[in-house]
């Protein structure tokens, strides 16, 4: 138990715990609580990290992980410290764990496990739209809740393998994860990426069609090494009758080499939604009762999808019109369009800022268009940006960054210049616009 948290006790003034913390298996622990002032019921999941560069760390994840809007991910409320200790308040489910499904109704049908892998798979879309991986990928991790909905938990802890600036809790050269259900990469603690989670759902498919892990040995050892050198299993070993297309989909998202697995969570959302059909009731899980959900959810699936869902060669070409918008405000500046050049820095920083979070490229794009001002003659307004931008990047990196101090010594440059007699702009032929 983590010593700082008492049962009962308030955080904020606002959140009070409950008697005992919820069973978990993971870092920390999980308290159901009641948010006094919106009464509603809450989670608060307390991260056991005493470290001042950690807790850091665990905060700009958890920032991140509130962008990732989907509905199969729990809402997150607030963000905060308790005595030094860092919690995290969630949205409660109302449902039951994918362990607690399968060991009170396996086997689960066909297409109630097709339907629960496509909604895990929708969620490893949105997820890696923002470069999140989610490196924990298990049946302890999902919950379906009573209108048939999935919801995957603890995305908290997510790595960011592209952005320094979000660096994991678990460093390269540790593993963090569950045996039997983390992709070799992780046990060798060697980068992950989308394909990590991948093999986690693979795993958990397994689990769902079998009722068992797909790698189960005597010891933890044995286990490994079963993971890290034995042909993936196939489910229809254990089950006959498995649809031969979800049987080579699951053997293909255990492969040993993260080559080898499907591409992308939308190619395995492809081959699960079809075989989503004719689904049963399951007693006790299932609210029949429950149909606000679903009625607005059958509407939303009519609505026509116009591209699909993110692939490589979209990825792609959203990289491309990054450059080529960067290249056409450089060329603005160059030609003397000041402000036509800080606008278009400033939307493409927004519109990244949706897609990617707190990317390095976006506070560039930003440092740029708060210096055209200063181009334009505009230093009380240069220097609004960029105090906030130097908030910002205090916030990030540390008061005492190298880049902070640089930022610093600008804004300080700046600010005497202001002060000095007026100087015309260089160039103001977008003045009026």
């Known amino acids: 138990m983590l010593g700082l948290v008492v049962a009962g006790g308030s955080l904020k003034d606002r959140y009070r715990l409950g008697r005992f913390p919820l069973p ?75 362990t607690d499904l399968v060991a009170e109704h396996a086997p689960l049908p066909v297409g109630w496990v097709a339907a629960i892998g496509a909604q895990i798979s929708s969620v490893l879309l949105a997820a890696g739209q923002i470069g999140l991986v989610h490196r924990d990928i298990k049946p302890s991790n999902v919950m379906l809740d009573t209108s048939g909905a999935v919801k995957v938990l603890d995305f908290g802890l997510a790595a960011v393998p592209d952005d320094e600036r979000y660096s994991r809790i678990t460093q390269t050269g540790q593993s963090l994860g569950t045996v039997g259900y983390m992709a070799p990469e992780q046990i060798l603690g060697e980068r ?13 498919l397994f689990d769902l069609l079998t009722g068992r892990p797909p790698f189960d040995g005597v010891t933890t050892t044995t286990t490994l ?26 053997h293909a998202l255990l492969a040993i080499h993260p080559q080898n697995r499907p591409a992308t969570a939308a190619d395995v959302y492809d081959v699960l939604a079809p075989l989503s059909q004719d689904l049963p009731s399951i007693p006790g899980v299932l609210n029949e009762s429950v149909q606000a959900v679903r009625a607005y959810a059958a509407i939303l699936g009519r609505v026509p999808q116009q591209t699909r869902p993110t692939t ?45 979070g707190d990317d390095p490229l976006v506070f560039d794009l930003r440092l740029r268009a708060a210096r055209a001002h200063v181009a334009l003659g505009e230093h009380d307004r240069a220097l609004r940006y960029l105090r906030m931008l130097l908030q910002e990047r205090v916030d990030a990196d540390g008061a005492e960054h190298a880049a902070v101090r640089e930022l610093r010594q600008e804004i300080e440059l700046l600010s005497r210049e202001r002060s000095a007699p007026h100087q015309p702009p260089r160039s103001t032929p977008d003045a009026g616009r």
Do not use: C
């Open 24 to 98: 978990h298996k993971g870092m920390g622990e999980v308290w159901p609580a009641h948010d006094t002032l919106l009464e509603r019921p809450v989670i608060v999941k307390f991260v056991a990290v005493s470290d001042v560069e950690l807790v850091r760390r665990f905060r700009r994840e958890a920032l991140l992980t509130a962008r990732l809007d989907h509905p199969g991910v729990p809402a997150v409320y607030d963000l905060g410290l308790e005595a030094g200790q860092p919690y995290v308040v969630l949205q409660k489910i109302d449902g039951i764990t994918l």
């Open 192 to 204: 992950v990426d989308h394909r990590t989670d991948l093999y986690g759902l693979g795993a958990t």
């Open 225 to 250: 090494r079963h993971q890290m050198s034995s042909p993936p299993p196939r489910p229809a070993e254990l089950r006959p009758g498995i649809p031969t297309v979800l049987d080579d989909l699951v």
């Open 312 to 356: 490589r060669h979209a990825v792609e070409r959203t990289e491309l019109d990054v450059e080529q918008t960067m290249n056409h405000a450089e060329q603005l500046y160059a030609a003397g369009e000041f402000r036509a050049a800080a606008r278009q820095w400033r939307q493409l920083a927004e519109r990244l800022a949706g897609q990617r």
